[in-house]
């Protein structure tokens, strides 16, 4: 009795694992994978979700998922039932040693075809945003383009599959390993631009003609991320600006290219183009005299005030007016004693304790004068302030 006991539990063994053997599925070799999505939000890796539809039978089964030649993070492997879920289990997961792979253990209370959804992460798809900007003739506006460049090489085909970014058009596509597709997905339009020169003091020649050099004061397109210019849904992902501009005759020219940042919903797009002698600014110290001096026993300097003037000529040569932004550095604890722009008193955004922004309004071949005058606190011989000539 005992003999027969023990022969009648090896055969139902050996029927368990026939029917658990042919269970037994290899991720890279479906050819049935369902709906496929693939969310390209995270720059280093690569979310893919997709259905597949198991074939179960009554009682435990074994799925097997090996990802030989494909760069998959084992652990953000997730298996989700989609039907069938009042009677489909996931009862365990296990990693076999020395293998790409994993096996599921999945419990069924009846034979059935079960949808799932399998989502993970996967690497070497590389997704790179460029943009496209046509100015018109007058630089008012922008046909603003985005593009989206996919490189697969991640060792997995996908013959058909939905693409996203966390923005723009969504679209149906397939690409396969070693491929590279530019698709464009977000076209708002045309946007509004705003043209401007930044002048940096800390960055740019304060007397340009005294250089043997021709130096120019760099010119960009000012785009802002709001409702207000078709876009300010969400940020805009960093990526390469190429800027071309109508000529009137029914071509373009080139204007240049830049390297966006990521810029966020209320945040503005500079897009550097060069660098224009349109505008002109010299600039002096015209004061820099040390007040409240304080000594050491040995009479030796430790500490003193400034009484600083400053004081910056623009110039527009350009037949249209334009707006110049200039930054001034006052290093340390300062205070502002007057600040003029012509006879007005200029105003200024405080962008940090030692950074002023300006936004300067210039008539078409007109000419301003911005004058500051400062004092400075404490200061310790050795820290004085760099002023670039």
């Not at 003739?137 to 383009?145: I, L, P, Y």
């Not at 390993?177 to 003091?201: C, M, N, R, Y």
């Not at 992902?237 to 240049?256: A, E, M, P, Y």
């Not at 966020?264 to 505008?279: C, F, T």
């Amino acid at each position: 009795m005992k003999t027969r006991t023990m022969t009648m539990a090896l055969v139902a063994m050996i029927c368990v694992t026939a029917l658990q053997t042919e269970a037994r599925i290899k991720l890279v070799a479906l050819p049935e994978r369902g709906d496929t999505v693939v969310r390209l939000d995270n720059p280093a890796f690569t979310l893919i979700e997709e259905e597949r539809v198991l074939t179960l039978q009554q009682g435990v089964n074994k799925v097997d998922f090996s990802w030989k030649g494909v760069f998959i993070d084992a652990d953000s492997i997730r298996m989700t039932v989609l039907s069938h879920t009042n009677g489909v289990v996931l009862l365990n997961v296990s990693y076999p040693p020395n293998e790409q792979a994993l096996v599921w253990e999945i419990g069924c209370n009846e034979a059935a075809e079960v949808k799932v959804r399998i989502s993970y992460l996967l690497s070497n798809i590389d997704r790179l945003v460029t943009y496209k900007l046509v100015a018109d003739k007058d630089e008012t506006k922008v046909d603003f383009k985005s593009y989206l460049v996919l490189r697969n090489f991640s060792g997995e085909d996908f013959a058909n599959a939905r693409v996203t970014l966390d923005y723009g058009e969504a679209f149906e596509k397939g690409i396969a390993h070693e491929e590279t597709k530019q698709l464009l997905f977000l076209k708002p339009g045309s946007v509004p631009i705003e043209k401007v020169w930044t002048f940096d003091a800390a960055k740019q020649a304060w007397d340009p003609e005294k250089l043997d050099v021709n130096v120019g004061i760099p010119v960009s397109y000012r785009i802002k991320n709001t409702k207000e210019s078709k876009l300010g849904s969400f940020a805009l992902w960093n990526g390469k600006i190429r800027v071309f501009q109508d000529d009137g005759h029914s071509s373009t020219i080139f204007l240049g290219e830049d390297q966006a940042k990521i810029v966020p919903v209320g945040d503005k797009m500079e897009v550097y183009l060069g660098d224009s002698r349109d505008i002109v600014v010299t600039q002096r110290k015209m004061k820099d005299e040390k007040t409240h001096v304080r000594r050491d026993r040995h009479e030796g300097i430790v500490l003193y005030d400034t009484d600083e003037e400053l004081v910056a000529k623009i110039e527009n040569f350009k037949d249209k007016p334009a707006k110049l932004t200039m930054i001034q550095n006052i290093e340390g604890q300062w205070e502002m004693t007057s600040c003029t722009l012509d006879k007005d008193k200029a105003a200024y955004e405080r962008k940090d304790f030692r950074t002023l922004k300006f936004e300067i309004e210039l008539p078409a071949h007109g000419k301003k004068e911005l004058t500051m005058k400062y004092h400075r606190l404490n200061i310790r011989p050795g820290l004085e302030q760099v002023t670039i000539q």
